[in-house]
């Protein structure tokens, strides 16, 4: 049977702790850099459906992620001290990333930063954020 997306888009994804790798200054020229490309470790096509995020890479070396809903602790849309908004070139005025922390055993949860549908100058992480707060609920 096929699944039914309730989203499609292209992502630009990072682990937490990726994003922590990354040095402030490298964060400041990402977001002083006008044509450069957003802050991100992976890229690949996303999707939603009603039981799970799917994450594919875009070719076999980029890693695929599947979170089921049923395992997200939290969604967050905004920045923070691991995903900076001087990291981007608008300063969070255009878009803002979408993290999400889930569990991945028992106690042990992992976060990930989504930049969804990113066309130069704005995303569609808050459609994205939206829709999950919605599922969530």
């Not at 020229?29 to 875009?58: R, T």
């Amino acid at each position: 049977m096929a699944i039914n997306f309730l989203l499609q888009g292209t992502v630009h994804w990072s682990y937490d702790y990726e994003m922590a790798e990354v040095s402030q200054t490298d964060k400041i020229i990402n977001g002083m850099i006008s044509m450069g490309p957003v802050l991100h470790h992976h890229k690949g096509n996303i999707a939603l459906s009603e039981a799970e995020l799917i994450i594919e890479g875009f070719t076999d070396d980029e890693e695929d992620l599947t979170i089921p809903l049923s395992a997200m602790k939290q969604i967050y849309l905004g920045f923070d001290d691991v995903f900076p908004k001087i990291a981007v070139k608008s300063l969070g005025i255009l878009w803002q990333p979408l993290r999400i922390e889930y569990y991945i055993l028992a106690l042990q949860t992992q976060c990930i930063y989504l930049i969804i549908d990113f066309n130069g100058i704005y995303t569609h992480d808050k459609d994205w954020f939206n829709t999950l707060t919605q599922l969530l609920a």
